[in-house]
């Protein structure tokens, strides 16, 4: 029985990889910037790359972006499901963790257009998962307000960490709040998930790693965008969740204290001194990337560890997450791309918008 389960998780592991393989490459994007118009770019995906088989059926004279955009996230979403139905992995709670990300990004998005009074998110729903989701998504892009929220997602986990956010006479959703509380359950729900797997060590810190750049990269914009103080941005920053006792062999990269350090930075140039000491501003300089746009170098250097991650997973579960992290980031690189011929952007600034 052991080596039946060995042997099933090195075929999924085999089997991620070799789509791995199909992955877009630097001559792709050189040729989708080179197209002339979105048709052209949507034409040369169908034929020439491994997205052939989700714009099967569409003609590149008349798909618009918006089309396009739409058709590429679902072929995120359906190779997912083709990998979680491959080796019968939808039981385990981990392997759930797109659905439940997609469920926060739609709640978010719904109190977005609830504060704006501008209702347009039927155009961008992910309405194909809706058989996936704890919550009816075409009820929640007719939501107009907190209490039709509530009767979409009251009886759902969600239900119960969104009623103390609600807010006083008719006034707006306190959004940040909203965030940091889904994106916190979120973040530990996951690295609680992982602890079923007895090779779960690489796994988890790849998360805690991911959470640590994700509160670097919004500490930054918060500090420099907003002129927020020490305490306002620790006060929106995803807790890391405590260790397992299990996991003493767990490699932390950045203390509470330095982070704590960072945020209470008087100006971006403090802050940038004291990321540059850190262990992710030495990532950052070796990997070359000190004299990008920081916010670029650090979404850049977040890809890089996510690749480096992924070559040295041994473990289904972290090749899993780490290659759907890479394939969402090619997507996104790609819908950017479009975005750009769809505006005209010279070729050179379209080529500094993928993230590599």
């Not at 990998?83 to 939808?90: A, K, T, W």
């Not at 889904?182 to 996951?190: A, E, G, N, S, V």
């Not at 797997?197 to 994700?214: A, G, H, K, S, T």
């Not at 850049?300 to 890479?326: D, I, Y």
Request: hydrophobic share 40%.
């Amino acid at each position: 029985m052991k080596e039946q389960r060995a042997g099933r998780a090195n075929a999924t592991m085999a089997k991620i990889r070799a789509i791995y393989g199909k992955r877009l490459r630097p001559e792709d994007f050189a040729q989708l910037i080179s197209c002339t118009g979105v048709g052209e770019a949507a034409q040369y995906l169908k034929d020439s790359t491994h997205y052939a088989k989700p714009l099967e059926g569409i003609s590149g004279e008349n798909i618009h972006r918006g089309q396009l955009e739409s058709l590429l996230r679902r072929a995120y979403y359906e190779r997912y499901f083709e990998i979680v139905s491959f080796e019968g992995l939808g039981d385990v709670p981990f392997y759930s963790y797109i659905t439940r990300k997609t469920e926060v990004d739609q709640i978010l998005e719904c109190i977005t257009h609830i504060n704006s009074g501008v209702f347009d998110q039927i155009v961008t729903l992910p309405v194909y998962m809706n058989r996936h989701t704890r919550f009816d998504l075409v009820a929640l892009a007719k939501v107009r307000s907190f209490d039709e929220l509530m009767q979409v997602v009251g009886k759902t986990r969600y239900g119960d960490m969104l009623k103390r956010f609600r807010p006083r006479d008719g006034g707006r959703i306190d959004y940040p709040a909203v965030e940091l509380a889904l994106r916190t359950d979120y973040f530990d729900k996951l690295i609680h998930s992982t602890y079923v797997f007895p090779d779960n060590v690489q796994l988890e810190e790849f998360l805690r790693e991911r959470i640590d750049m994700i509160n670097i990269i919004n500490a930054y914009r918060m500090k420099v965008h907003f002129s927020m103080g020490g305490e306002e941005i620790r006060a929106r920053m995803i807790p890391v969740p405590e260790y397992d006792s299990s996991t003493d062999r767990l490699i932390q990269h950045i203390t509470q204290r330095k982070l704590d350090e960072m945020y209470a930075a008087p100006d971006r140039e403090s802050f940038l001194r004291l990321l540059s000491a850190s262990w992710y501003g030495r990532e950052m300089e070796r990997e070359g990337l000190t004299q990008m746009p920081t916010e670029r170098a650090l979404e850049t250097l977040q890809h890089r560890r996510t690749r480096h991650a992924f070559a040295m997973a041994n473990s289904t579960p972290a090749v899993f997450f780490t290659f759907n992290s890479l394939l969402e980031t090619e997507i996104n690189n790609v819908i950017r791309v479009i975005e750009g011929i769809r505006y005209s952007l010279p070729v050179e600034e379209i080529s500094t918008l993928i993230i590599d």
